[in-house]
């Protein structure tokens, strides 16, 4: 038995095409993906991520706890509503999920984590904190809800009244509570916009009310088109428990400067680094996919996320390749029986509606 | 779901259409191009191939996912559709319009012992449940 969200009937009613995405009856596209994804990219659009799963942390010395559970510096959260971004390893420096830390107050850190990892990491948290005296509580009562696109705050400021002045000097990466809702300028896109969370008993009616408004439907099709253009790694896809994060892209969360102890520290300090996560340009035709072999002068790597840009319109992806191959090499990525060519570039690949490579 | 009486179809989710000069044009389905959503790559075989009834011979790729097509039944290739390789999209305008391939059959009686509009409705009803 798939499990559903609030939003399954409304869904349904808006002729969704339903799949099982890691045990959650999902919709994976509306209509036309393409045009979802362009929907999102010039005007606004929402999605239903009530599969992923809110926690919140509360007691005496949460910031102590988090300090040892994150790779990321949970220090650098100095103002109530900041959010951080971080992976939580494993004692070998395997990543168990990245997630969003907000801070709310000392005693009370709010943290999102992923639908297909949610119980493992729940299960994990409660372990590191035996003896810690902390309330480790998931949150299946809230719903959340992503609207994003250009005009996505505006189209929330009208569906919320009050919100407007409560969130319109929010800057990005940042979240406030008001009345009911708790409101992220957060996303997955590379677009601006809100997390909203909220009582799940008001998740259907804020919906359609998002909907008479414009805001359309988006499906998991172009929430990983949008998230892949915007250099945003997958957890499941671009790491796991079996690679690490500086071998990822996610070096940049990883704190390994300050005096501080994290689980997963010392195993990444011994590791020596053999490879990278790069992003592809397909030059020839086709489309990239997870799991396709690159050639390089360095080696062979492999594919982690690969798809069809709507925004580049050709093939992109991330890849995990040896080190020192550097943006503009040319690589060969076996498709099938062939061997076709690709270009390595930075990425993000495009945001905030441009193409950026 | 729209299943054209005229035309017939595999279980693979090919529909074959008998040309007056005795060739076969083969497509996806609207069924198909239904479950892959946004295409934006075909690949088409060579003319001059001969297939096997039943070989892999075409991909069709959507943003989603890539699909193989087969042969419905043996022949040559006789013609490949250059246009829906260069506009993918037009599959799912209209897939039963966008043809891919153009087969000489082997046998003219092969098209026969595919399935016709009833029971490829029956098909694509059985896989929804």
Known sequence: MLKQTPLNAAHRAMGARMVDFGGWDMPVNYGSQIEEHHQVRTDAGMFDVCHMLVVDVKGANVRGFLRKLVANNVDKLKLPGKALYSCMLNPEGGVIDDLIIYFLTEDWFRIVVNAGTAEKDVAWMQKQAEGRGLAITPRRDLAMIAVQGPNARARVWTAIPGTQAETEELKPFNAVAFRQYFIARTGYTGEDGFEVILPANEAEAFWHLLATLGVKPIGLGARDTLRLEAGMNLYGQDMDETTNPLESGLAWTVDLHSERDFIGKSALQSRDIHQQLVGLVLLDKGVLRAHQQVHTANGIGEITSGSFSPTLQQSIALARIPLGIAPGAEVEVEIRDKKLKAKVVNYPFARNGKALV | ?129
């Open chain 2, 1 to 129: 779901m729209n299943i054209p009486a005229d035309l017939k179809y595999t279980k693979s989710h090919e529909w074959a259409k008998l040309n007056t000069d005795g060739t076969v044009t083969v497509g996806i389905t609207e069924h198909a191009q239904d479950l892959l959503g946004d295409m934006v790559f075909v690949e088409n075989p060579a003319v001059g191939r001969k297939l096997a009834a039943g070989e892999e011979c075409a991909v069709v790729e959507s943003v989603k996912a890539a699909s193989d097509v087969y042969a419905p039944i043996a022949g040559e290739v006789v013609a490949a559709n250059a246009e829906v390789e260069a506009a993918p999209e037009a599959i799912n305008k209209d897939a039963h319009a966008a043809w891919m391939f153009t087969l000489k059959p082997d046998n003219a009686a092969d098209i026969d012992s595919l399935l016709d509009a009833a029971a490829y409705q029956a098909l694509v009803e059985s896989e929804a449940h």
